[in-house]
């Protein structure tokens, strides 16, 4: 590989920590490391089971990848404690950057004090505060290599990972939300959250030169999706029943925030977000979420051959649209219902 960006290309919840635990699963990762916080949560199913992470890395299917969480990154402990004990890692399988901001109690109340919810839709995890709390350098301020409980897993990022890009091992960096939420590039401010979310800013937070990125890969939705209330326009907005009548779903299809657990608003593809997207980015290649979501009868498969006539149709749009290859194509919620193209 050995470098990969895994950025969003949309609103959000585009699949990007499937494709890292996928790429994991195949056993194409070596370390892994996490942006963000835990506003983002990832959702991976396989094999059946089902599986949010909001902190670490959704590497963590494979037993033998190493799982790090950035400088830039902002660690609610509790949530962290939780996700170390429910999957049994260890100090060999997990790293935590002693600079990664805490989420405070405090920072979540001042966040509903300035009523973000109804504002901007925000999930009130305290995120945006954590990060202005760094920015301005306050006292009260705590950093993760300050909480005992951590200790133990508090290692240099940045340094783990130039060793690692040394020693020419495979390295994911897991972004977090969507490119069209950047706080910087976004053409919907103030509907943001509270950073870039551009595959630059990804490398910045870990500590990676951006001559050390060999491969970026956006992932975008056949049908974007964004948080439920005041979250900002979202194009040309449908309804989760018309999608599933016009994908002749057998079920009704529907998607609910990992975090605040509330149905998501959906809306039809739009080519200019994706266009805007691909220009900062540069992403070497694509993977598309939902081509069931199109066309139902596509659930599930794993060879290109047999997709429908609907769902090449897309793939060879999306490809004219960017003029970037689509590598990946996701069928459906099992992490192995998934085409490798080219």
Not at 30 to 45: E, K, M, Q, Y
Not at 60 to 74: C, E, I, M, S
Request: hydrophobic share 40%; with cysteine.
């Amino acid at each position: 590989m050995p470098t990969t960006i895994v950025v969003g290309g949309q609103y959000g919840s585009e699949g990007k920590g499937k494709l890292v635990a996928y790429l994991a699963y195949t056993n194409r990762v070596d370390v892994a490391i996490r942006c963000g916080g835990p506003n983002a949560g990832h959702s991976v199913t396989c094999n059946g089971r089902f599986d949010i992470v909001r902190q670490i890395p959704a590497a963590v299917v494979n037993p033998k990848a190493r799982l790090l969480v950035a400088a830039g990154a902002l660690v609610d402990p509790p949530i962290l404690l939780q996700e170390i004990h429910r999957f049994g890692l260890g100090k060999q399988r997990l790293g935590v950057d002693g600079f990664a901001a805490v989420i405070s109690n405090e920072h979540r109340e001042r966040e509903a004090r300035l009523k973000l919810r109804k504002r901007v839709s925000s999930t009130l995890s305290g995120t945006g505060a954590a990060t202005a709390s760094k920015i301005m350098r306050e006292s009260t301020l705590k950093l993760a290599k300050q909480i005992p409980s951590l200790r133990k897993y508090i290692v240099d990022v940045a340094t783990e990972v130039n060793t690692a890009y040394d020693g020419s091992q495979n390295i994911v960096i897991e972004g977090t939300q969507g490119f069209g939420l950047s706080l910087h590039h976004s053409l919907q401010f103030p509907f943001v959250t509270s950073r870039d979310t551009s595959a630059s800013n990804f490398l910045s937070e870990v500590g990676l030169s951006p001559k050390c990125a060999d491969q970026i890969i956006m992932v975008v939705r056949t049908y974007p999706i964004r948080v439920p209330g005041h979250s900002g326009p979202l194009g040309k907005e449908t309804t989760w029943s018309a999608l599933s009548r016009s994908s002749g779903s057998v079920v009704e299809l529907n998607e609910f925030t990992s975090v605040t657990k509330r149905l998501r608003r959906v809306g039809l593809f739009e080519p200019e977000p994706i266009k805007r997207a691909v220009m900062v980015n540069r992403p070497t290649g694509l993977a598309v979420q939902g081509l069931d979501y199109l066309n139902f009868e596509d659930r599930g498969k794993r060879n290109l051959r047999t997709l429908s006539q609907k769902g090449r149709k897309f793939i060879e749009a999306l490809e004219k649209l960017t003029a970037v290859p689509v590598r990946y194509v996701f069928t459906g919620p099992d992490l192995l219902d998934v085409i490798e193209v080219g």
